[in-house]
């Protein structure tokens, strides 16, 4: 049963605009969250993270949005760019055994940015 | 600065045929985890090791066996391969605290 979800498998906007992707869950027990971007033939690499304590996180042109009683995340990229264009993974892992701090993966969301 | 090294990039077995991926990361974190994806969908968790030392199970553990070897390597061996085991393999690494995981670029393996 898939925890974390993504609906939109794919998203276009235009150079400039923002961008928004949105991810749900459903296990009440994740308490942190995380955003990944993967281009073809690469890893993910790491985007952003949110705790569960916080509702909202800011790293330059990204901000991530947590809004705990609906279990939905969002992640805003503004202005977009085309190297902006990737596939974009939502990522929410609870504490778990011996400390480790796995990660449950939604499907992802393919963002075009169109110049 | 290589992070999170994984070999080898492409493999090609036959069902029955036994392989074990490589992961070595120089970072000195503390845990390494080993996920699978395949189209459509995201990354699962097969096996993690949050310390040198221990290894528990994931997801999706069945058909896979894991060894730490030391702090910076964690391997993954496939005993009998099997055409549903055709996937793109990550390893990762990470400390215990609440940081991000670092990913390797993956190994794409191809069961015939």
């Known amino acids: 049963d898939q925890q974390v979800k993504q609906n939109s498998p794919s998203l276009s906007v235009q150079e400039g605009r923002i961008s928004i992707l949105n991810c749900d869950y459903t296990?009440?027990?994740?308490?942190?969250f995380l955003w990944y971007k993967k281009y073809p033939a690469e890893g993910p690499t790491f985007l952003i993270s949110?705790?569960?304590?916080?509702d909202k996180n800011e790293d330059g042109r990204f901000t991530v949005f947590l809004n705990k009683s609906a279990k939905h995340l969002s992640l805003h990229i503004v202005p977009s760019q085309p190297g902006d264009s990737a596939v974009y993974f939502c990522a929410a892992s609870r504490l778990e055994v011996r400390g480790a701090n796995n990660l449950f993966f939604g499907t992802g969301t393919r963002l075009t940015v169109i110049p | 600065n290589a992070g999170v090294t994984q070999t080898p990039k492409f493999q090609v077995l036959k069902t029955g045929q036994s392989m074990t991926l490589q992961c070595a990361q120089d970072?000195?974190?503390?845990?390494m985890y080993w996920y699978r994806q395949d189209p459509g969908m995201g990354l699962r968790l097969i096996y993690y090791?949050?310390?040198?030392?221990?290894?528990d199970k994931g997801e999706v553990p069945n058909g896979y066996n894991v060894s730490r070897l030391n702090k910076r390597e964690f391997s993954l061996r496939l005993e009998s391969a099997a055409p549903s085991q055709t996937s793109v393999y990550f390893c990762?690494?990470?400390?215990?605290?609440?940081?991000?995981?670092?990913f390797g670029d993956g190994t794409r393996l191809s069961i015939l």
């Open positions: 990762a690494s990470s400390q215990i605290t609440r940081q991000p995981q670092h």
């Open positions: 970072m000195n974190h503390n845990s």
């Open positions: 949110i705790s569960s304590i916080k």
């Open positions: 296990n009440s027990m994740f308490d942190y």
């Open positions: 090791s949050a310390s040198e030392g221990t290894t």
